[in-house]
T-cell receptor, first 114, second 113 residues
């Protein structure tokens, strides 16, 4: 199994809703990442998890809350989002946080905040 | 400051023509990626270049890496409409104890008949 899966593919939510994005990989990778990509822009790193611990938070607002319950699963909990948070959210994983192996991206979740 | 630059940012080319997209980066890196992205879709990995002088080819696309010049190129041969997409280069850098992928701004390619 050499893929990263993400659910849901699409999500529409109101500014008062609470929702979660899910990312899963079964490659034994110990580093997992969340990226945000706005239209016509490159992906921007949000969070890095290394061995299930949060290593890096790139100054992301607290309305985004990551969670790594186990080595295969990464969640992104969303609460009180703003319309400008609408974007494609990409998950990625690699063998380790500092490795000579490629980073693999998931298919992404297209989020729309109304 | 770490920068990854691409040139051009927008490219409109005729079918059958050749062209090169350039990617410059400002810091030492052990790995450079080229990705393709279609509108509304995720990133598709095209090439991973690991060493100086590396050259990889897939179909009408060929990528090369010059680590001394901190330059990578993506060459398109005899373009076809199906190549229309946004192409990103990205560089792996080490920040403290972890690796971080930094993306260039992307090159929006449009191949016209």
């Amino acid at each position: 199994d050499t893929e990263v899966t993400q659910t849901p593919k699409h999500l529409v939510m109101g500014m008062t809703n609470k929702k979660s994005l899910k990312c899963e990989q079964h490659m034994g990778h110990r580093a997992m990442y969340w990226y945000k990509q706005k239209a016509k822009k490159p992906p921007e790193l949000m969070f890095v998890y290394s061995y299930e611990k949060l290593s890096i938070n790139e100054s992301v607002p607290s309305r985004f809350s990551p969670e790594c319950p186990n080595s295969s699963l990464l969640n992104l909990h969303l609460h009180a989002l703003q319309p400008e948070d609408s974007a494609l959210y990409l998950c990625a994983s690699r063998t380790g946080p500092s490795s000579y192996n490629e980073q693999f991206f998931g298919p992404g979740t297209r989020l729309t905040v109304l | 400051e770490l920068k990854v630059e691409q040139n051009p940012l927008f490219l409109s080319m005729q079918e059958g023509k050749n062209y090169t997209i350039y990617c410059n980066y400002s810091t030492t890196s052990d790995r450079l990626y080229w990705y393709r992205q279609d509108p509304g879709k995720s990133l598709e990995s095209l090439f991973v270049l690991l060493s100086n002088g590396a050259v990889k080819q897939e179909g009408r696309l060929m990528a090369s890496l010059d680590t001394k010049a901190r330059l990578s190129t993506l060459h398109i041969t005899a373009a076809v409409h199906d190549l229309s997409a946004t192409y990103f280069c990205a560089v792996d850098i080490q920040v403290t104890s972890y690796d971080k992928v930094i993306f260039g701004p992307g090159t929006s390619l449009s191949v016209i008949p």
